[in-house]
Nanobody, 124 residues
Framework: QVQLVESGGGLVQAGGSLRLSCAAS????????MGWFRQAPGKERELVAA????????YYRDSVKGRFTISRDNAKNTVYLQMNSLKPEDTAVYYC?????????????????WGQGTQVTVSS
């Protein structure tokens, strides 16, 4: 089992940047595919970006391609989401998720562990 703690959220103006971090417990972090999800008020949770446990394949939803970058540091048990050129529609609670040896890193069904979330608010 892995525990996840997100940080780095906040209030930023449109066009600005934020970097989210997700620290994971345990000694097998490199065996987990990691994803960042978000949920805006009244909307369903959606997968924003993900990185596979092996080979480092990445996935991005279309609306964030070219603006967001997911990366991981296995030595620090941490996954990051660098968010640039932020838009008001990026406003949401952002959640980190983990799936043990999950090949379905591009799908919500590939994740079994979730963090508590961090709020990102982008003002216009």
């Amino acid at each position: 089992q892995v525990q996840l703690v997100e940080s780095g959220g906040g209030l930023v103006q449109a066009g600005g940047s934020l970097r989210l971090s997700c620290a994971a417990s345990g000694r097998t972090f490199s065996s987990y595919s990691m994803g960042w999800f978000r949920q805006a008020p009244g909307k369903e949770r959606e997968l924003v970006a993900a990185i596979k446990w092996n080979y480092g394949n990445t996935y991005y939803r279309d609306s964030v391609k070219g603006r967001f970058t997911i990366s991981r540091d296995n030595a620090k048990n941490t996954v990051y989401l660098q968010m640039n050129s932020l838009k008001p529609e990026d406003t949401a609670v952002y959640y980190c998720a983990a799936g043990l040896r999950s090949d379905y890193y591009y799908s919500p069904s590939g994740y079994a562990y979730w963090g508590q979330g961090t709020q990102v608010t982008v003002s216009s």
